[in-house]
């Protein structure tokens, strides 16, 4: 699969900042990106698809406003999480899809907190 | 709607036992079945997937088992180690290539 740099790893920020995270794909070209956020004790929520050159796709429920995503290049996908809020504390993950059809590759994750 | 569920939250095997982790789904048009490790705070890593056409994959101590008709897969450590011990999170892949996970199940191997 792919190898998949995730930053920053954890990150504690004030009610009303932004926070970027970024991921990026090392060795392989990637059209398509997935975020994921994880609450404690729970499953990997799909939030959306990052897509290169264009915009991404939103799962039902996600605020497009609220997580902006870019993907400007093909080994680059960035989420920021715009006027965060404590109900927005998580893990946040990037997943990329690798050579073969089924190698989602993933990153390291990032702890969100916020105060 | 939970699409796949992973119905026991924790299991416990004694160390050289053989753990099965169970995994049940309700989307027919799934294509790709994978199971990932976590450990808290790191990305999950790929352990082992099986396409929906095979109904056994298997991958040294890991074995996974596809049942369509039941609409259940499952993962078979064998034998199982201490340094198994993580959350296992079953996942499935759908025709616009997203991956559904499950709850997951977190596996504590005792020595």
């Known amino acids: 699969g792919a190898v998949v740099s995730q930053h920053p790893s954890w990150v504690i920020c004030k009610s009303g900042t932004s926070v970027k995270i970024e991921c990026r794909s090392l060795?392989?070209?990637?059209?398509?990106m997935f975020w994921y956020r994880q609450f404690p004790k729970q499953s990997l929520m799909l939030m959306a698809t990052s897509n290169e050159g264009s915009k991404a796709t939103y799962e039902q429920g996600v605020e497009k406003d609220k997580f902006l995503i870019n993907h400007a290049s093909l080994t680059l996908s960035t989420l920021t999480v715009t006027s965060a809020h404590p109900e927005d504390s998580s893990f946040y993950i990037c997943?990329?899809?690798?050579?073969?059809?089924?190698?989602?590759?993933f990153g390291s994750g990032t702890r969100l907190t916020v105060v | 709607d939970q699409q796949v569920k992973q119905n026991s939250p924790s299991l416990s095997v004694q160390e050289g036992r053989i753990s099965i982790l169970n995994c049940d789904y309700t989307n027919s048009m799934f294509d790709y079945f994978l199971w990932y490790k976590k450990y808290p705070a790191e990305g999950p890593t790929f352990l082992i997937s099986i396409s929906s056409i095979k109904d056994k994959n298997e991958d040294g101590r890991f074995t996974v088992f596809l049942n369509k008709s039941a609409k259940h897969l499952s993962l078979h450590i064998v034998p199982s180690q201490p340094g198994d011990s993580a959350v296992y999170f079953c996942a499935a892949k759908n025709q616009g290539g997203k991956l559904i996970f499950g709850q997951g199940t977190e596996l504590s191997v005792k020595p």
């Open positions: 997943s990329v899809p690798g050579r073969a059809n089924y190698g989602y590759t």
């Open positions: 060795d392989f070209q990637a059209t398509t």
